[in-house]
């Protein structure tokens, strides 16, 4: 059994940073990709950005230069230090684990307003 819990979001102004946190814990190795996807209300779930077990990371075009993962593999945990917050950055953040199946997190909000 996988189990994977977020932290770190919350309400920031915009131009702001946040830093999430995702701890893996189970039957996880260092070769899982991870990342993290988003879902904003009345929208569908967006690939953020994702890290592979080598540390190539791939991004959405909306995150790209503000946005960066990174994975400490001794701690199964996964990274998403966010810079130069937007408004439309708003939504409910998932992080994930692929395994034969893919893993998720119960999510954590980040709301960026004024």
Do not use: H
């Amino acid at each position: 059994q996988v189990q994977l819990v977020e932290s770190g979001g919350g309400l920031v102004q915009p131009g702001g940073s946040l830093r999430l946190s995702c701890a893996a814990s189970g039957s996880i190795s260092s070769i899982n990709p991870m990342g993290w996807y988003r879902q904003a209300p009345g929208k569908q779930r967006e690939l953020v950005a994702g890290i592979s077990s080598g540390r190539s990371t791939n991004y959405a075009d909306s995150v790209k230069g503000r946005f960066t993962i990174s994975r400490d593999n001794a701690k199964n945990t996964v990274y998403l230090q966010m810079n130069s917050l937007k408004p439309e950055d708003t939504a409910v953040y998932y992080c994930y684990v692929r395994m034969v199946q893919i893993y998720w997190g119960q999510g954590t909000q980040v709301t960026v307003s004024s």
